[in-house]
């Protein structure tokens, strides 16, 4: 039983390449969500989903896009990187109901954009 | 607007030590859950507690407990007898149910535990 697992864990790109990060749970959750977290500006939410092809914009979804075809699956895409968007990228899983239910996060990636 | 206020930056405590971290919420919702997480500095987020809006004693688990205060919309966690495996950012967050259960996060805490 992984949980939530985030790749790549590390990753440079180069101003106005593309990449994408994967995010994979293996936990039956229903809501994904991606954050960004940068020195003293917490969690900021990017995007979210509440099930399998639904996605949503949350607070910074400028320059992101993400697909959920998948349930067990969230990807986050960087179609062309800024150096603003170097960051560390946490993906997360939640269950569905009322309020009760943490998150349940992956290690973080870390993306460097030059 | 949905917002989570820690003015904490930056917190130092004796080892053994009581501490007390502050957090304080806004939200129109009846609905939430109130959460706090751990980051050590390796870097992953653990879960701590959780306290729900209808709840009517504060959480409890092991050293750490949640003095929810209603009023005031405030959601401090309290650490007890400190241990230097305490040193790490502290995060409150909140999730609201009529958001599409979204979650809310505060800019953390760093605390350091003293020897």
């Known amino acids: 039983n992984a949980g939530v697992t985030q790749t790549p864990k590390f990753r440079v790109l180069k101003t106005g390449q593309s990449m994408t990060l994967l995010c994979a749970q293996d936990m039956n959750h229903e809501y994904m969500y991606w954050y960004r977290q940068d020195p003293g500006m917490g969690l900021r939410l990017i995007h979210y989903s509440v099930g399998e092809g639904t996605t949503a914009k949350g607070e910074v979804p400028d320059g992101y896009n993400v697909s959920r075809l998948k349930k067990q699956n969230f990807l986050l895409g960087l179609e062309s990187a800024a150096p603003s968007q170097t960051s560390v990228y946490f993906c997360?899983?939640?269950?569905?109901?009322?309020?009760?239910?943490?998150?349940?996060f992956g290690e973080g990636s870390r993306l460097t954009v030059l | 607007a949905q917002k989570i206020t820690q003015t904490q930056p930056g917190m130092f405590v004796q080892e053994k030590e009581a501490v007390t971290l502050d957090c304080t919420y806004d939200t129109s919702d009846p609905s939430y859950g109130l959460f706090w997480y751990k980051q050590p500095s390796s870097g992953e987020m653990i879960f701590l507690i959780y306290q729900g809006s209808y709840d009517q004693q504060n959480a409890t688990e092991g050293r750490y407990s949640l003095n929810f205060q209603k009023a005031r919309k405030s959601a401090n966690l309290v650490i007890s007898a400190s241990q230097l495996g305490d040193s790490a950012m502290y995060f409150c967050a909140m999730r609201v149910l009529n958001t599409g259960n979204q979650f809310y996060f505060g800019t953390g805490t760093s605390l350091t535990v003293i020897p």
């Open positions: 997360a899983g939640g269950r569905t109901g009322p309020v009760t239910g943490e998150l349940f």
